[in-house]
């Protein structure tokens, strides 16, 4: 899947879709991964983040915008639900396992949100799924 405005409003159809119909899919952010889906690659939204703030730094110190120069981010992130590759009956190779940099161990690999290293289930069964950083 691409990055997209449509890819983000819809994701939780997109995910809901890809889960019923066991589509193992790779998402651009993060969000597709802690709502469900499968694997993610893309820049780290924390990282563009902290490029952005020193933009503004910069602009506040005098720096006219025109003259700053376009940048590109420069840390990408990588996001597996373990959960959802159980639930396809999909076995993660060690090479790939060994470079995720987040890995969300859920019980339930649906609608969960992250929250302080714990990804937690919305839905209000109190099911909750663990996320390891790793690096």
């Known amino acids: 899947m691409t990055a997209s405005t449509w ?14 119909y066991r589509l193992p899919a790779v998402y651009p952010n993060s969000a597709h991964v802690i709502g469900g889906g499968l694997i993610s690659y893309g820049p780290s939204i924390s990282g563009q983040y902290r490029q952005a703030a020193a933009y503004v730094a910069r602009i506040l110190k ?6 700053l120069p376009v940048q590109a981010p420069t840390i990408y992130e990588t996001w597996l ?10 076995v993660v190779p060690r090479i790939v396992n060994a470079r995720v940099d987040h890995v969300i161990q859920s019980i339930e690999s649906s609608d969960v ?6 990804a937690t289930n919305r839905s209000g069964d ?8 790793r690096g």
Request: net charge neutral; with cysteine; glycine share 14%.
């Open 7 to 20: 890819a983000t409003v819809y994701h939780d159809l997109i995910v809901s879709l890809a889960t019923r």
């Open 126 to 133: 109190g099911k909750t799924a663990q996320c390891n950083q």
């Open 81 to 90: 639900n373990q959960g959802t590759a159980n639930a396809l009956g999909l």
């Open 62 to 67: 005098g720096d006219k915008p025109a003259d």
């Open 113 to 118: 949100a992250a929250a302080g290293g714990i």
